[in-house]
């Protein structure tokens, strides 16, 4: 739970760098607003009216539309802050455009009286009730113009946003699930490991807990799901003695990390189970033991390519076995944190004699670089 609760607390973060993206929704909001408002004086100077009218009008529409606007961007904020249901918003947002709307009307029917060309059409006996009326109806229309240039798009990009943080957070939370399930997995088996050493050579059971605390020390360390790939290879190689102290004679290791990959960070414990799986189905199914080869290099400069080798009997035809939790995982958290990332088990054609039988099995791992620059940036800090 622990785990969980780390990697979803690193959403909101995430949160804050998407509503970035908003912050150019004003302008195109404001360019929207104008452009619609001098269509439509274009479109009543066109239709016969003087350009005095006109004029006068545009003077109305720059004092009462953003006062509009902006009481309705007030009373949005608000209803927003007090989870006010959708029908009950609706309510208000057309009292307070039109409460605001009828004011500005019967001012204009009372600055009508004095200077008649503010009208776009002489209205005789343009009364106050009227002008009430006339602004009503306005305010209802420039609060439709404000949904569309406002609450309109703020409303898709809070829905787009809301939907990345549940993407997110659904990540985060299958993350720390498979990392909760992999960990007791590994610690299981090697504690099997470590029994087989207690009534047979107790000194060397002993050493070998000792190892396995600092294993687990590693693995349970809480404060990033990434590692560098150099203290990843490290950890394996602590996990090899292991395992080599048990099948002493049966088992070898061979290891060939490219120096410049050193620095790339993968999720915790991500080659653990291809290696594992190498030992338990591959080497130590050959007859007098086997040899497991760690790879990795950059392919082709534009991905990174983790290859995990035995000299077994070879995988037999088919998908990833049911049962086999810690390859699943690995295949799942590869999903999650690098787009365009593969695990492919594959048989190792056999060096004797140029026949079609297979001499092992290869578990690659290939991340485009790209995928682990964004988990990188993501990432945050690894240890």
Not at 104 to 120: D, E, K, N
Request: charged share 20%; net charge positive.
């Amino acid at each position: 739970m622990h785990a969980l609760h780390q990697s979803v607390a690193s959403v909101p973060a995430k949160r804050a760098r998407v509503r970035v993206s908003l912050s150019g929704q004003p302008f195109v909001s404001v360019s929207v607003v104008l452009f619609i408002v001098l269509l439509q004086s274009t479109n009543q100077y066109l239709s016969g009216a003087e350009a005095a009218r006109v004029g006068g009008h545009l003077c109305f529409l720059a004092v009462e539309l953003p006062s509009v606007l902006i009481a309705l961007g007030l009373t949005y904020r608000a209803l927003k802050r007090q989870h006010v249901g959708a029908t009950a918003a609706v309510v208000i947002t057309v009292l307070v455009a039109g409460v605001l709307g009828a004011g500005f009307g019967v001012l204009l029917s009372i600055v009508s009286q004095r200077f008649p060309h503010v009208m776009l059409r002489p209205i005789a006996n343009f009364t106050m009730a009227r002008g009430a009326l006339y602004g009503f109806s306005l305010g209802q229309f420039h609060m439709g113009l404000w949904a569309l240039a406002f609450a309109y798009p703020f409303a898709i990009d809070e829905s787009r946003t809301r939907d990345l943080e549940a993407k997110q957070l659904r990540s985060a939370a299958e993350l720390a699930r498979l990392r909760a399930h992999l960990e007791p997995h590994f610690l299981l088996n090697t504690l099997n490991a470590i029994a087989g050493l207690v009534t047979e050579e107790p000194r060397e059971a002993r050493r070998l807990i000792g190892c396995l605390g600092d294993l687990l020390r590693d693995a349970l360390h809480d404060d990033d799901e990434l590692q560098t790939l150099h203290a990843q290879i490290a950890w394996l190689q602590r996990y090899a003695a292991i395992l080599q102290a048990r099948h002493a004679g049966s088992l070898a290791f061979e290891w060939d990390i490219a120096p410049d990959t050193n620095g790339v960070l993968l999720p915790r414990l991500l080659l653990q189970p291809l290696v594992e799986n190498a030992v338990k189905h591959g080497a130590l199914q050959r007859p007098g033991g086997g040899k497991v080869s760690v790879r990795v290099r950059w392919a082709d400069g534009d991905k990174l390519e983790c290859a995990v080798e035995d000299d077994g009997p070879g995988a037999p035809p088919g998908d990833v076995r049911p049962e086999a939790f810690g390859l699943r995982a690995s295949v799942r958290r590869l999903e999650l944190k690098y787009p365009g990332a593969s695990i492919t088990l594959e048989g190792i054609p056999s060096a004797q004699g140029g026949d079609t039988s297979v001499g092992g099995t290869r578990a690659r791992v290939e991340i485009p670089r790209a995928a682990l620059e964004i988990g990188m940036a993501n990432g945050g800090a690894a240890s």
